[in-house]
T-cell receptor
Framework: KNQVEQSPQSLIILEGKNCTLQ??????????LRWYKQDTGRGPVSLTI?????NTKSNGRYTATLDADTKQSSLHITASQLSDSASYIC??????????FGTGTRLKVLA | GAGVSQSPSNKVTEKGKDVELRCDPI?????LYWYRQSLGQGLEFLIY????????KSGLPSDRFSAERTGGSVSTLTIQRTQQEDSAVYLC????????????FGSGTRLTVV
């Protein structure tokens, strides 16, 4: 069964600290993996896109890594800001239009 | 438009009533998707429209759910005889094509069935 699991479910950090979110998947075949940020009351917004041949992709303070052999990805947030408070969703695309979504990690950044 | 527009943003309805949710995708996007996001759950695929092709309805949870896309643009998701378990955020997304371009999501419609 195609699944995407994320950890932790929720995370609280202080402003300025770094954090890393994890994503493990069993999706096959695999086309690409995306991380989305979803602010409360908004739709998800794409942060990074990686194909199976890419190991890392950065977008400002967000850096995603991918190990296609172990089927693991991580999203590292550097020097967190209050505006980083949101849910972060790992999405795996098997090659057709049916994205497989993880349940997300809810991040809260405190001042 | 500049983004994917959904309406209403919030809907409270009584159990047993029918509701219609509207999605206006980005102009030129041929692919349109409906997803459901329940509390604490991942996004659940409902239905996919691609151009003039027959839609993929495989994700619709029951025959109370239906969707149409008129003129290849605006889409309406209809839920008949709503149940409390239908309470969720219904997200619409559109993209230029099936896979290579990422989705652009709307802000969703929060449906509460009381």
């Amino acid at each position: 069964k195609n699944q995407v699991e994320q950890s932790p479910q929720s995370l609280i950090i202080l402003e300025g600290k770094n954090c890393t979110l994890q994503c493990n998947y069993t999706v096959s075949p695999f086309s690409n993996l995306r991380w989305y940020k979803q602010d409360t009351g908004r739709g998800p917004v794409s942060l990074t896109i990686m194909t199976f041949s890419e190991n890392t992709k950065s977008n400002g303070r967000y850096t995603a890594t991918l190990d296609a052999d172990t089927k693991q990805s991580s999203l590292h947030i550097t020097a967190s800001q209050l505006s980083d408070s949101a849910s972060y969703i790992c999405v795996v695309i098997p090659g057709d239009y049916k994205y497989i979504f993880g349940t997300g990690t809810r991040l809260k950044v405190l001042a | 438009g500049a983004g994917v527009s959904q309406s209403p943003s919030n809907k409270v309805t009584e159990k047993g009533k029918d509701v219609e949710l509207r999605c206006d995708p980005i102009s030129g996007h041929t692919a349109l998707y409906w997803y459901r996001q329940s509390l604490g759950q991942g996004l659940e695929f409902l239905i996919y429209f691609q151009g003039n092709s027959a839609p993929d309805k495989s994700g619709l949870p029951s025959d109370r759910f239906s969707a149409e896309r008129t003129g290849g643009s605006v889409s309406t998701l209809t839920i008949q005889r709503t149940q409390q378990e239908d309470s969720a955020v219904y997200l619409c997304a559109s993209s230029l094509d099936r896979v290579n371009y990422g989705y652009t999501f709307g802000s969703g419609t929060r449906l509460t069935v009381v």
